[in-house]
Each structure stands twice: as structure tokens, then as C-alpha cells.
């Protein structure tokens, strides 16, 4: 399994991030070929010492990273990735990994 990690820092108007993510981005980002899975995170996210500057966390999986490679290169990944220009004033991070169970 290959996941994509997007960590949205905490932005400027948190309702209007809010309303434009679940409204649009989400359903664009759901039609990404090869997706298997799409979990956000629920609630403050917080370090041990306290908050943590981020504001949403999305995780997307895969079968694996070349899955990974062909969603972002089709025109639905490139949608996704170019709607996140419309909604952040400041890029996310983003980390792609493959996990196994252990």
C-alpha cells in the first residue's frame, strides 16, 4: 500500500478552506484514478506539546507508488493538484510513503 500524506497549515479563513474543500475539492479529488481509500483528519491536530499549526490532514491510498505516480499524472490528479492552488494561500506539505503492517 502507498499513501499521500497532505498536511494543510492553518489558513487565513478556516471556514472559507473549510466550505471550498468539502464542497469542491473533495469530489474532484475522489474521482483520481487508482484511489483506493481518502480519510481526513477529524478534529484540532495537536503535537504532544500542544497545537501544531495545521489544520487538515488528508491521507490518500494507493495499491502502490507507481499507482500513486499514474493517479497524479492523469487529468483528474492534475485537477486536484492545481484546485489546491485555489483554496491555500500557503502550499501544503506533502509526503508519499509506501506502509506495510507489522
Avoid: C, W
Amino acid at each position: 500500500m502507498a499513501q499521500l500524506m497532505v498536511m494543510y497549515k492553518m489558513p487565513k479563513d478556516a471556514a472559507a478552506f473549510d466550505k471550498h474543500y468539502f464542497e469542491a475539492h473533495i469530489p474532484i479529488a475522489k474521482k483520481i484514478p487508482g484511489l483506493r481509500k481518502y480519510e481526513i483528519s477529524k478534529g484540532p491536530i495537536v503535537t504532544p506539546l500542544g497545537a501544531s499549526g495545521f489544520h487538515l490532514i488528508a491521507t490518500l491510498h494507493f495499491d502502490d507508488m507507481a499507482a500513486v505516480q499514474q493517479a497524479f499524472a492523469s487529468g483528474e490528479g492534475l485537477a486536484a493538484a492545481a484546485d489546491v492552488l485555489t483554496f491555500t494561500t500557503d502550499p501544503p506539505n506533502m509526503l508519499i510513503f509506501e506502509s506495510r503492517e507489522v
